[in-house]
């Protein structure tokens, strides 16, 4: 099994920034790609960002203002946030791929919480 496990949120005010940790450990035999999902209060689960070999995709509401890195040798994905709005508020799930399977889910990690307040 693999064990995914974030770090890095808290609490922010608007305009401020945060970076996410995110450790995968456990059955790794080769990563190819890293995810993060956000899930806010009462709304669907939303796919953040992707890093995908050399390429990285983001969705329409953090475009330019997150960005996805990865260490690979350390199985690690990060997320650094910027300018942090209030609708960025949500918790924040990561993702891995080993050949062409995602994890499922349920086998996700606790998440780390992302409050974007004054």
Excluded at 25 to 33: D, E, L, Q, R
């Amino acid at each position: 099994q693999v064990q995914l496990v974030e770090s890095g949120g808290g609490l922010v005010q608007p305009g401020g920034s945060l970076r996410l940790s995110c450790a995968a450990s456990g059955s790794i035999f080769s990563i190819n790609a890293m995810a993060w999902y956000r899930q806010a209060p009462g709304k669907q689960r939303e796919l953040v960002a992707i890093s995908s070999g050399g390429s990285t995709n983001y969705a329409d509401s953090v475009k330019g203002r997150f960005t996805i890195s990865r260490d690979n040798a350390k199985n690690t994905v990060y997320l650094q946030m910027n300018s942090l709005k209030p609708e960025d508020t949500a918790v924040y799930y990561c993702n891995v791929r080993q050949g062409s399977s995602w994890l499922k889910s349920g086998s996700w990690g606790q998440g780390t919480q992302v409050t974007v307040s004054s």
